[in-house]
């Protein structure tokens, strides 16, 4: 059983399995089926026909033994006169009282009489006696029913008599009886299906069903069900109508299925073993052919599932030079060439990572030969750039010389001179992924190296734009022949491209967006000449103070542009007010605290200022909460504009102004002394505090403001 579970493990192999159980059991299933069938027709059948029969021979023999009562009835009319039947003693007698036709009888001369034990007759059965027909009545009792005979009789001097009479029950049945079958009982019924005659502990246990009508029929017998049992039943109708005026009665003869249709069950039991048998045989033929086929494709299921995981150095060993040795060989082969794959694209992908994640040039240019050392077999690389400059009336491009090796040491660069010639010769060459050449191709472009003595060559383009801005060379002892290696160089080429073109549109970029703040801030500034160079200054002094506090590049980046922009509000404060040589009045100071205000407003369009709004717009926000614009205090202030608040107070000391000259350092030092905690932020004063050399002593014109 071990085995034969063993060898279903896999869907192949139950699909072989069900494929052989269909093909055998199907048949052996129809013939079980159709045999059944046919043997349960045949049982309906006959078990019909049987129990119609039955019904049939009863309701015949009911019919013959009223017909026969009534005969008797007539006899003894004839020969008494009117007078009761007399007491007979011997009724007592159990077997007698069975067996006696008639438990009581009444005879009448002429006219019949009324009598508490027998019915009244309807005016109809009055009418039909005149005529000489016999009649029935059945009267309805606590125990069953009564069934009395009436019938008239004439002599041969057209002397009239009638006569009644009780029928014994238990005489009708007996001749009912003798034509019910051995295994089948009797139910007699009126025509709304209550018993007659027996009591109802006495009656069949299927009766309650009958009379509640709780039965179904298929067009040949009735099934009865009671329970769990179930009962087959035959009915036929004793039609009493003609002969005696009476409603008809009804036959019942019901067997139990289990017993009707017992042959049927011993051949579905029979049928059932055999079918078993012939499973458990087809279960072990398969099982064995299954083992022996298809072990060889369970041990490549298991391989490839070991792949699936990442195992590629998994072998399949399976003996043979059937279609299954075959195709373990190619399995190994291809398992061994997935791994190789997998390295090859793994290092490709960290060296595409590192050259991507590169921000400066030279940053991506080593990351650029760390990925070469890492896919690529060639002994040396020269990686040549086409950004020539003029020297001495000659085109100058950049050239990078690598050694490829596990450890890759970057060598200096140096200047090379570009011949045109060997640059769109190159250019116009067919093949787009690499060319191969040697060194007297390209003389010029291959002089840096070209006393390795290396002699192949194989050179990739870097094209930006559709336009080739540089060249990569890899050198070796032979061609490069794989094309595998040939087209992760040749990626790796492309995402230097992309890389050194995006780090120089970055640098352009960036140089253009402080280019065009720098403008906009001396534009400012120009309104008046004694704040020439003031935003420059403060943006100087953030830096370096934020520089000593530890702040992230981010944050240096959004000082540097907030501080070029932080006066911009002041555009709209008008020149004798910023030149005023005196005290101004209330109401120009408050004009000049709305320029914190106004450059917020002017920046709020510009979506990538939206971080650097905070600091512009908080610039003169004091510490101790009585700064302006909107009174804010302590960490309630962006900690950048804290920064800012500090580089524009020391600006503004230390340059000179209309109203006065310029403080000297210590003055300036003290200040801000003093209002750490009050103006300024205790932390960003200590780091101004220790940036003083920096502050102060680095050489830069633009740091004193000579008054014009």
Not at 6 to 25: P, Q
Not at 155 to 169: G, K, M, T, V
Not at 270 to 279: K, Q, V, Y
């Amino acid at each position: 059983m071990a085995k034969l579970f063993f060898s279903l493990r896999s869907k192949v192999s139950r699909r072989i399995f069900i494929t052989v159980c269909l093909c055998a059991l199907i048949p052996i299933g129809g013939l079980v089926i159709m045999t059944n069938y046919s043997v349960q027709k045949e049982l309906s059948g006959n078990t019909e026909r049987r129990l119609h029969s039955a019904g049939k021979n009863v309701g015949m023999a009911l019919l013959a033994a009223l017909y026969s009562l009534k005969t008797q009835l007539e006899r003894e009319a004839l020969l008494t006169a009117y007078r009761p039947a007399p007491e007979n003693q011997s009724l007592q007698d159990p077997e007698i009282e069975n067996v006696r036709p008639f438990l009581k009888t009444w005879f009448f001369t002429d006219r019949i009489s009324a009598s508490k034990e027998l019915p009244r007759l309807s005016p109809e059965h009055m009418a039909r006696l005149s005529n000489g027909l016999a009649c029935l009545q059945i009267v309805r009792q606590e125990h069953g029913s009564a069934v009395f005979l009436w019938t008239r009789v004439v002599d041969e001097n057209n002397f009239r008599s009638y006569a009644a009479a009780h029928i014994n029950p238990n005489h009708l049945l007996e001749h009912a009886l003798a034509f019910v079958p051995a295994r089948a009982e009797l139910l007699l019924t009126d025509e709304n299906l209550q018993p007659l005659f027996r009591p109802e502990e006495s009656s069949p246990s299927w009766a309650a069903a009958v009379a509640r009508e709780e039965f179904s029929t298929d067009g040949r017998f009735l099934e009865i069900r009671t329970g769990d049992d179930a009962w087959l039943a035959g009915q036929w109708e004793v039609f009493l109508r003609a002969a005696y005026d009476s409603p008809a009665w009804y036959v019942f003869i019901a067997e139990p299925k289990k017993l009707a249709f017992a042959g049927l069950f011993d051949f579905q039991r029979h049928a059932g073993l055999m079918a078993l048998f012939a499973f458990w045989v087809i279960l072990l033929a398969s099982s064995i052919l299954i083992r022996h086929t298809l072990t060889p494709l369970e041990k490549m299921k298991q391989a490839t599932q070991q792949i699936s995981t990442g195992q590629y150095n998994i072998h399949i060993d399976v003996q043979g030079r059937d279609e299954f040795g075959l195709l373990s060989q190619s399995f190994n082969r291809m398992a061994d060439k997935i791994q190789q794959q997998l390295e090859k694209q793994q290092a490709l992908t960290l060296s595409v990572r590192e050259v991507l994640g590169a921000g400066e040039q030279d940053e991506i240019i080593a990351g650029f030969f760390n990925g070469l050392a890492r896919i690529s077999t060639r002994c040396l690389a020269m990686l040549t750039l086409y950004k020539p400059q003029l020297l001495n009336n000659r085109k100058i491009g950049s050239t990078w010389l690598s050694k490829i090796s596990s450890s890759v040491q970057l060598d200096m660069l140096w200047a090379t001179e570009l011949c045109p010639h060997e640059i769109n010769k190159f250019a116009q060459s067919n093949d787009s992924s690499c060319h191969q050449t040697t060194a007297n191709e390209f003389p010029t472009l291959l002089s840096p190296i070209k006393h390795f003595n290396y002699p192949h060559y194989c050179l990739f383009h870097l094209e930006i734009n559709s336009q080739i801005k540089g060249v990569l060379v890899l050198a070796g002892q032979n061609r490069l022949s794989d094309r595998e290696e040939t087209t992760a160089v040749r990626q790796l080429a492309d995402q230097l491209s992309l890389s050194l073109s995006r780090a120089e549109v970055a640098g352009e970029l960036e140089a253009l967006n402080i280019g065009i703040l720098t403008a906009l801030a001396r534009t400012v500034d120009a309104n008046s000449r004694w704040t020439h160079g003031h935003s420059e200054r403060v943006t100087k002094y953030a830096l370096i103070i934020a520089a000593e506090l530890g702040r992230s590049e981010e944050d240096l980046q959004e000082l540097k542009q907030a501080g070029l922009l932080h006066d911009l509000g002041k555009v709209s404060i008008p020149q004798e007010i910023l030149n005023k040589p005196g005290k101004l009045t209330a109401e120009e100071y408050t004009l000049i605290q709305q320029h914190p205000g106004e450059a917020d407003r002017i920046l709020e369009p510009i979506h990538v200022f939206k971080s650097i709004r905070p600091l512009v717009r908080q610039h003169h926000e004091r510490w101790d909460g009585a700064g302006y614009p909107d009174g804010l205090k302590g960490d309630e202030i962006h900690p950048g504009a804290r920064i800012l608040s500090v580089a524009d107070v020391l600006d503004a000391l230390y340059s000179d102004r209309p109203y006065r000259e310029g403080w000297p350092r210590g003055r300036v030092l003290d200040y801000l002394k003093d209002e750490a905690g009050k103006a300024f932020d205790p932390k960003v004063v200590r780091a101004a505090l220790n940036a003083e050399h920096k502050l102060f002593d680095q050489p830069d014109a633009s740091l004193k403001r000579i008054a014009v």
